[in-house]
């Protein structure tokens, strides 16, 4: 315990991992919410007030996660955020689109539905009460966030007890992304894994009778677009590259095929960043937008 802040206790224990550590903290808490955050990330002053009071305009609400923003090149002011900036590597810029498309607007969506699977994990805040319910955080699930969250659903549906996993759009926490193609592709190995395993885990929500739309919406388009959306998307490339080279279908549909597919990943991507632009009010400079068009050009070109 801090003798200069006498609320804030320290807890030293032996190396467990994340989720063990989650759980260590958790026998500690002493109030109805706690908070789960990565060591590497930066909030913003009003980042647990905003979480907070999704917990409190709605007493249903057993988690909520936050939007993600990418720290590279943006400035610290006493500790906190300061002027944000665009990362200069490409492969950072991809990686803020690819969350505006993948995550932001996706996780409201799915968040509206009652049917979110996958968080951001980052930064979360839990009631604590449905989580010890459940048991804890699982020291063997690499996604620890999504296998909990995954769990809340399946037994809080099975309890028949009314319950809501909110996502704050808001950017309340800040993080480096990788800006190297080596570093990018083994996070994105690692993440694809962590979700291999989060879905073999929470098999049982799958389609399940009292699954509702997490069973029904959400689990299969995480196993279809986000699990198996790679493999598909390449097969789809090298067989209809196959056909044409095979004289089985004509130059004029093989072509008319790559523009429909690039074609509608720059619709969507560019709709993400427009709409980050009018819903939020996004502070950022005309220029840096341009530049995040670029990107939505660029990313669909073989990223």
Not at 67 to 91: H, I, Y
Not at 185 to 209: D, N, P, T, Y
Not at 273 to 293: P, V, W, Y
Request: net charge positive; with cysteine; hydrophobic share 50%.
């Amino acid at each position: 315990r801090s003798p200069l802040h006498p609320n804030l206790r320290v807890i030293d224990k032996v190396n467990g991992g994340k989720a063990d550590a989650l759980n260590a903290g958790i026998n500690a808490a002493r109030h109805a919410l706690f908070c789960g955050v990565d060591a590497d990330f930066i909030l913003q002053r009003d980042s647990l007030r905003k979480m907070g009071r999704v917990f409190q305009n709605d007493h249903s609400v057993v988690a909520a996660c936050a939007s993600v923003g990418a720290a590279n090149a943006c400035a610290l002011k006493d500790g906190f955020m300061g002027n944000t900036e665009l990362p200069r590597a490409w492969a950072a810029r991809f990686q803020i689109v690819e969350h505006l498309r993948g995550f932001r607007f996706a996780l409201m969506f799915w968040s509206r539905l009652d049917a979110m699977l996958l968080t951001t994990g980052v930064f979360a805040v839990f009631r604590k009460e449905p989580v010890l319910a459940a048991g804890g955080f699982r020291s063997d699930a690499l996604s620890e966030n999504m296998e909990i969250v995954a769990r809340l659903h399946r037994l809080l549906r099975q309890e028949n007890k009314p319950y809501h996993i909110a996502y704050v759009p808001d950017p309340t926490c800040w993080t480096d992304v990788p800006e190297s193609w080596a570093t990018l592709k083994m996070q994105w190995i690692k993440r694809q894994i962590a979700r291999s395993q989060s879905l073999e885990i929470s098999r049982q929500v799958f389609l399940g009778r009292r699954s509702g739309a997490v069973g029904w919406l959400g689990f299969p388009f995480l196993l279809l677009f986000e699990w198996l959306g790679p493999l598909l998307e390449v097969l789809g490339y090298v067989v209809m590259t196959l056909l044409w080279l095979f004289g089985m279908i004509s130059f004029q549909a093989f072509w008319t095929f790559l523009l429909a597919v690039i074609g509608m990943g720059m619709l969507l991507s560019t709709s993400a960043l427009l709409m980050d632009e009018m819903a939020f009010l996004s502070e950022r400079k005309f220029a840096h937008t341009l530049k995040l068009f670029a990107a939505v050009i660029l990313e669909n070109c073989g990223y």
